[in-house]
């Protein structure tokens, strides 16, 4: 179904408003698993209930990035 994806964003936001943060992450990986979720209908209203709902992140959301560098700077290491 087109609008399937839905009740999986609701079940999110709902985990995340209880502060069940572990429910939310079960719920965006099966929303992941189970629905096309880089088509744009799903991604960018995943991204919205994200700044949404952990006001935290801000716009943060959209420009998430890791690497290696970052988590030593975190850790306190240093280069070498």
Same mark, same amino acid.
């Not at 979720?37 to 709902?53: A, K, T």
């Given at each position: 179904?087109?609008?399937?994806?839905?009740?999986?964003?609701?079940? #999110?936001?709902?985990? &995340?408003? @209880?502060?069940?943060?572990?429910?939310?992450?079960?719920?965006? /990986?099966?929303?992941?698993?189970? *629905?096309?979720?880089?088509?744009?209908?799903?991604?960018?209203? #995943?991204?919205?209930? &994200?700044? @949404?709902?952990?006001?935290?992140?801000?716009?943060?959301?959209? /420009?998430?990035?890791?690497?290696? *560098?970052?988590?030593?700077?975190?850790?306190?290491?240093?280069? #070498?």
């Amino acid at each position: 179904m087109h609008m399937s994806y839905f009740l999986n964003l609701v079940q #999110v936001k709902k985990a &995340l408003m @209880e502060q069940r943060y572990t429910r939310a992450c079960n719920e965006l /990986g099966a929303l992941i698993y189970y *629905e096309p979720f880089f088509q744009g209908r799903i991604y960018y209203n #995943v991204l919205r209930l &994200l700044e @949404e709902s952990l006001p935290e992140l801000g716009s943060g959301v959209r /420009g998430l990035s890791v690497n290696a *560098e970052n988590l030593k700077e975190d850790r306190g290491e240093t280069k #070498v």
